[in-house]
Nanobody, 124 residues
Framework: QVRLVESGGGLVQAGASLRLSCAAT????????MAWFRQTPGREPEFAAG????????YYADSVKGRFTISRDNAANTVYLQMISLKPEDTAIYYC?????????????????WGQGAQVTVSS
C-alpha cells in the first residue's frame, strides 16, 4: 500500500493561485497512476486531474482545464496540482489518490489509496 499526505491548501481570494503537493511513501511511486479529486459537503468526490505513471497521459475535468496543471516528480515521490485563476466554486477538500493500474480513471471507485485531504477555500 502507499501512504499519501497532501499539503499546500489554504484560504485565498478569487484569482489567486495555490499549489497542492502530495507526498507518497510505501511502494515505489512510479507504480502508481495518481489523481486529484475534490469534494464539497453532501456531494460525491469529483475528478479534477489525473496523470499516469510516466506522466505522458494527463487528463483534466472540463471545469479546471486551462487553470489547473497536474505534474509528478517520481524521484521525489510527489505529485502536484498547480491551480491558477481560482474561483469560489473551486472551494473543496482536495484529495490525492493512487491506483496501480497504468490508466487514469475518472471515478472515485477507481482509486484504492486516498490521502487525508487538503482544504482549499476561495473567497469572492
Amino acid at each position: 500500500q502507499v501512504r499519501l499526505v497532501e499539503s499546500g491548501g489554504g484560504l485565498v481570494q478569487a484569482g489567486a493561485s495555490l499549489r497542492l503537493s502530495c507526498a507518497a511513501t510505501g511502494r515505489p511511486f512510479y507504480d502508481y497512476t495518481m489523481a486529484w479529486f475534490r469534494q464539497t459537503p453532501g456531494r460525491e468526490p469529483e475528478f479534477a486531474a489525473g496523470i499516469n505513471r510516466l506522466g505522458n497521459r494527463i487528463y483534466y475535468a472540463d471545469s479546471v482545464k486551462g487553470r489547473f496543471t497536474i505534474s509528478r516528480d517520481n524521484a521525489a515521490n510527489t505529485v502536484y496540482l498547480q491551480m491558477i485563476s481560482l474561483k469560489p466554486e473551486d472551494t473543496a477538500i482536495y484529495y490525492c489518490t493512487a491506483r496501480t493500474l497504468d490508466y487514469v480513471g475518472q471515478r472515485a471507485v477507481d482509486y484504492t489509496s486516498w490521502g487525508q485531504g487538503a482544504q482549499v477555500t476561495v473567497s469572492s
